[in-house]
């Protein structure tokens, strides 16, 4: 965010030059000199692509902090929704949990497959067909 607020600092001095030299030229009228009124104007110009070198940055600045914005609040709901109980992670209105190996190292919601039988003995877990984690159930 700082450097949000120095680009745009940067752009306003920026303008504050432009507008004293339009000022200047403004003024001057009539007295002044081709060459110099030609001189004053290239500044003039030099200022207004200055300010909107600076403002195309602060607009990528924004632009990255919104994304950024977006992705906290996507990572506050899921840890308002994910609950962490027996081993996996489960989400409000879903009968299906999340592996943890997953969710937690990689940051991605893989949904687990129930399992009861393991060859021939009987072995209920949740499995992640992913990272190939079992958790067993119960």
Wanted: with cysteine; proline share 1%; net charge negative.
């Amino acid at each position: 965010m700082s450097g949000m607020l120095a680009s745009t600092a940067a752009a306003v001095g920026i303008i504050d030059k432009a507008v004293s030299i339009a000022k200047k030229l403004a003024d001057d009228g009539g007295d002044i000199d081709k060459a110099t009124l030609k001189l004053e104007l290239a500044n003039l110009m030099t200022e207004l692509a200055s300010v909107k070198m600076e403002v195309i940055t602060t607009q990528v600045l924004l632009f990255d902090a919104e994304q950024r914005n977006r992705q906290l609040e996507e990572q506050l709901k899921d840890k308002v929704s994910f609950v962490f109980r027996d081993g996996v992670y489960w989400k409000d209105g879903d009968d299906t949990p999340f592996c943890t190996m997953c969710y937690e190292k990689v940051g991605m919601k893989i949904h687990m497959i129930h399992y009861e039988k393991y060859y021939d003995s009987t072995w209920h877990r949740w499995h992640c067909k992913v990272c190939k984690d079992d958790v067993s159930i119960g």
